[in-house]
């Protein structure tokens, strides 16, 4: 079997087949959204398996300029950890963007997905790409643990808001609503 001479499992070989696919999808008919004309989009996920197969799928996610979603990476992994985001991270960026400089890359704060983006080797850093996170998954991490759709809702307000000064009025609001979760917001890097 052809994987086998190379030294890779199967599955690694699989999945490297499945990158050059995308590689060249990527490469020739699909240009990347970009967020006010300056940063390429790359939003990447996890998710369990649930049922008869096990495992984790992690997938990498772009906008076409039609704003339709469109997938260009997966893996399956045995769990979503510092190695494996690591390892697809490393992938996407060996196989896929390849060279490409100053990309937005959106994630939730997973701790191994921190891990891989502070990892050098995995060029997912500045001036590579510029890591920030969810909305969606700040404001359900806050609701999870304030049970408050209103501070749900005023926390991805904040994150659509492009005035900081309306920013900082929002977040006076938290605070006079709710003093622990305006220090659990505080505690987000603004960059992020």
């Not at 999945?15 to 060249?24: F, M, N, P, R, V």
């Not at 991490?141 to 920013?167: A, C, F, Q």
Request: aromatic residues 10%; glycine residues 6%; proline residues 4%.
């Amino acid at each position: 079997m052809e994987s086998k001479a190379k030294g890779y499992s199967p599955s690694v070989w699989k999945l490297e087949k499945l990158l050059q696919i995308a590689s060249q999808v990527v490469g020739s008919r699909f240009t990347f959204c970009t967020w006010y004309d300056s940063e390429p989009i790359v939003q990447i996920d996890g998710t369990f398996l649930y049922g008869k197969y096990r495992g984790t799928l992690l997938i990498a996610t772009s906008q076409d300029g039609d704003t339709h979603v469109v997938p260009f990476a997966f893996a399956i992994v045995e769990g979503e950890n510092k190695e494996a985001w690591s390892w697809f991270l490393s992938n996407i960026r060996q196989h896929v963007v390849k060279e490409r400089q100053n990309l937005c890359l959106i994630s939730d704060r997973h701790g191994g997905i921190l891990f891989a983006v502070a990892d050098e080797r995995v060029q997912w850093h500045p001036p590579c790409a510029h890591h920030v996170f969810c909305i969606r998954h700040l404001a359900s991490n806050l609701n999870s643990e304030h049970k408050d759709p209103w501070l749900k809702k005023t926390l991805i307000n904040m994150g659509y808001e492009l005035m900081s000064n309306r920013v900082e009025e929002m977040l006076a609001e938290v605070q006079s609503h709710n003093q622990r979760a305006a220090n659990w917001i505080s505690n987000i890097p603004r960059h992020q």
